[in-house]
């Protein structure tokens, strides 16, 4: 009877052991995707909700993108990409626009149409209403090291660039470039940016 009594008590130690083991595996597991969550939404993409219509008709308000963080880490953000930046006087605040004016370069906004350094930009083929208000850009802005000038697609109903509350945006401004749409699911799409 006793060897029994002591066979009993050394598997329910046993199960005991094991149950903690797979608790902590568990517990291993559990703070391993909650290190990769944490880094995936802080370093690598965030979702990011549409507010309002000044990217009309690419993006509608309310729509869901993904926003990646790693490209400009590593490259600099080129003409038409549409991107999420800071906005610097109201926190926690992020604008949705399209880069139009790159680093050195002169724009300004003649008869409705942007012009850089001189030449019309025959190509932008997102923002084709012309423009009421040219804005801050009626005379040729300069972009400096690091700058950008952005427009929303929806170029009449927009705050972007033009506006001396928004401005020139610094590089160190942009959050990142939204690649796709994901809400609603009838309009999942990646974003064109060329």
């Known amino acids: ?5 002591l066979d009993m008590e050394q598997r329910t130690a046993k199960a005991r052991k094991e149950r903690l083991y797979n608790l902590l595996d568990w517990g291993v597991y559990i703070l391993i995707i909650g290190v990769l ?18 990217m009309n008709p690419t993006l509608q308000d309310r729509d869901s993108v993904l926003v990646e963080k790693l490209s400009y880490r590593f490259g600099d953000p080129e003409r038409y990409d549409i991107v999420v930046f800071r906005y610097l006087h109201q926190e926690d605040t992020y604008y949705i626009k399209r880069v139009i004016g790159l680093p050195g370069e002169t724009v300004q906004i003649i008869d409705g149409y942007v012009y850089i350094n001189g030449q019309r930009l025959e190509s932008d083929v997102y923002g084709n209403d012309i423009m009421l208000s040219p804005g801050r850009a009626s005379e040729p802005i300069l972009l400096g090291e690091y700058e950008y000038f952005m427009l929303g ?25 939204a690649f796709v749409r994901i809400w609603p699911l009838s309009e999942f799409s990646f974003l064109k940016h060329q």
């Open 1 to 5: 009877m006793s060897g029994n009594r």
């Open 37 to 54: 969550a944490f880094l995936l939404l802080n370093y690598v993409a965030q979702r990011t909700l549409v507010d309002g219509t000044s």
């Open 153 to 177: 697609d929806n170029r009449n109903g927009s705050s972007d660039s033009r506006s001396d509350s928004v401005g020139n945006v610094a590089k160190s401004q942009i959050v990142g470039k």
